[in-house]
T-cell receptor, first 108, second 114 residues
Framework: KNEVEQSPQNLTAQEGEFITINCSYS?????LHWLQQHPGGGIVSLFM???GKKKHGRLIATINIQEKHSSLHITASHPRDSAVYIC??????????FGTGTRLTIIP | GAGVSQSPSNKVTEKGKDVELRCDPI?????LYWYRQRLGQGLEFLIY????????KSGLPSDRFSAERTGESVSTLTIQRTQQEDSAVYLC????????????FGPGTRLTVT
């Protein structure tokens, strides 16, 4: 079993829909990252959080430390949101362990 | 300001040859990370540098892989006697600290071993 599990693996939705991507982890962590990887391969850090909730524009990330679970939400989704979203957790030794990613496709 | 840069952007090499990949972190960032992403797979941690501390090499897959960093500047990842399974995108990231600092990723170097 992977230390970081994401669901779903693939998600296709219509423009405007509310999107939720889930991440569960099995180890103790100091921080959790959400990353976005564009079709060209570039990676952008979206959020880093260790508790509670963060919001940036149409993106919202939440984490429940007790349940070892995080969610990434996208409101009013747009085709430009199409990308692979990656959850990564940081343990005590600064090493990031990555989930396998969720491929999101937003159809106009 | 300038982000993380990597060179070359693409590298094709023959099996058995050595390759060097370069990463220029954001100026002032004390932490630098190397990751690998094989085709269709997730990211894997390779090595981490923080300031003048000994690097965390726990992710290096074999002794053919090594990395150096001069102070808080450029880093070089070297792969000796390349194998076909080394084909991947090698990504570098830097951050201004540890644990609670975001990482900024470079564009990656796509390595193809023929």
């Amino acid at each position: 079993k992977n230390e970081v599990e994401q669901s779903p693996q693939n998600l296709t939705a219509q423009e405007g829909e509310f999107i939720t991507i889930n991440c569960s982890y099995s180890v103790g962590i100091s921080a959790l990252h959400w990353l976005q990887q564009h079709p060209g391969g570039g990676i952008v850090s979206l959020f880093m959080l260790s508790s509670g909730k963060k919001k940036h524009g149409r993106l919202i990330a939440t984490i429940n430390i007790q349940e070892k679970h995080s969610s990434l939400h996208i409101t009013a989704s747009h085709p430009r949101d199409s990308a692979v979203y990656i959850c990564a957790v940081r343990g005590g030794n600064e090493k990031l362990t990555f989930g396998t990613g969720t491929r999101l496709t937003i159809i106009p | 300001g300038a982000g993380v840069s990597q060179s070359p952007s693409n590298k094709v090499t023959e099996k058995g040859k050595d390759v060097e990949l370069r990463c220029d972190p954001i100026s002032g960032h004390t932490a630098l990370y190397w990751y690998r992403q094989r085709l269709g797979q997730g990211l894997e941690f390779l090595i981490y540098f923080q300031g003048n501390s000994a690097p965390d090499k726990s992710g290096l897959p074999s002794d053919r892989f090594s990395a150096e960093r001069t102070g808080e500047s450029v880093s070089t990842l070297t792969i000796q006697r390349t194998q076909q399974e080394d084909s991947a995108v090698y990504l570098c990231a830097s951050s201004s600290g540890t644990t609670f600092y975001e990482q900024y990723f470079g564009p990656g170097t796509r390595l193809t071993v023929t």
